[in-house]
């Protein structure tokens, strides 16, 4: 079942509320792979109704990122959620997102001001704004975010514990190609040379990850891994260890942290993120 009508969408949340059915909400911007289908799987695991959401948002491309040329295959999209057992596909238009006269954003001080917000000016505000409405629309018990984009997820998360939104977001470990490569629906853009080389980021995020363990100073393995990309011909933006929770840098890990790199092959944005 698709739904593109606002008030259809929670007339039918309603009925499941009254069944007294939880309800669990998997947001995207369409072009599934298997990491979203995960998603939807474990959204089945932990309530009786699945929503996935398809929308690509505007407010969080920049005028020189990919609005335009981001994959669109509704079909293909439409046909995967029903293998995954989605029980419903919640597909907004911009109008119904953002109607005439709309002039409300929600900004997150501190997570959003480094890392791939120094890079992408506004990005976040758009993704907290939008995720804000659609946990309004559909009312989740649960959300789940996959942790590929581990910074967004920290965004979102604290988001709603902000706004004192009823709702549990949950990350999702990030499922990847058997060379390592994180699934993206961008990575559809590589050309064949460019996929022979993109699981050298994976593997340059464990090599961090573990010259980092046991209280190690992080400069060191940093500038090695950031060496190593840049000489497989990826342009790095940034290779950082960062603290998981408060995502500020650490010099040394003493507690959960977070390598994270975001990086350019060819016209392509790439980013990733391991556990140390």
Known sequence: MHISDLARLRETVAGWRRAGERVTLV????????????????????????????FVNPTQFGPAEDFSRYPRVLDSDLDALA???????????????YPAGFGTRVEVAG???????????????????????????VRPDVALFGEKDFQQL?????????????IEIRGVPTIREADGLALSSRNRYLSPEERAVA??????????????????AVAGPVAAGTEALTAAGFQVQ???????????????????ARVLVAARLGRTRLIDNVAV
């Open 27 to 54: 947001p995207t911007m369409g072009a599934l792979h298997e990491g979203h289908v995960a998603l939807v799987a474990e959204a089945r695991r932990l309530g009786r109704r699945a929503v996935a959401s398809i």
């Open 83 to 97: 293998r995954a057992g989605a029980d419903a596909a919640w597909i907004p238009s911009v109008e119904t997102m």
């Open 111 to 137: 997570l959003t001001e480094g890392l791939c917000g120094a890079f992408r000016p506004g990005h976040f505000s758009g993704v907290a704004t939008v995720v804000t409405k659609l946990l309004n629309q």
């Open 154 to 166: 920290r965004v979102i998360q604290r988001a709603v514990a902000d706004l004192d939104l009823d």
């Open 199 to 216: 699981p050298r980021l994976h593997a340059v995020l464990a090599e961090v990850a573990a010259a980092a363990r046991d209280g190690a």
């Open 238 to 256: 940034y290779l950082a260890v960062c603290d998981a929770g408060s995502l500020a840098p650490v010099a040394r890990v003493a507690g959960p």
